[in-house]
């Protein structure tokens, strides 16, 4: 219990951080490149937010944490690694009916 609380401080620690990056960057870059308005400390923390949630993960998954640093191939490898054989069979017929050969 208190290693997730101190996770979660941790995560709303760095979006307050990033949030006080991107007004900054914002600020000074695109003013002058796009003549768009200046955004305050919390338009920058909604906007922070809203990337995150386009283009980020929302949640900090166990997955994100069980397969640090492992590619897709190495997390497939290791499913079919511990399939019985009639799972390996199931799947490879699966396989061939899908991608057709």
């Keep these: 219990m208190k290693r997730k609380l101190l996770y979660l401080l941790y995560f709303v620690a760095v979006i307050l951080c990033l949030s006080g990056i991107v007004m900054f960057l914002w600020n000074i870059i695109l003013p002058q490149v796009t003549h768009l308005a200046k955004i305050n400390y919390w338009q920058a923390l909604a906007l922070t937010v809203l990337c995150r949630i386009l283009f980020g993960r929302l949640s900090l998954g166990a997955s994100l944490v069980k397969y640090r640093g492992e590619g897709r191939a190495d997390i497939l490898k290791d499913k ?22």
Excluded: I, P, S
């Design 80 to 101: 079919l690694m511990t399939m019985d054989e009639a799972d390996k069979a199931a799947f490879k017929e699966e396989w061939r009916r899908r991608c057709g050969r």
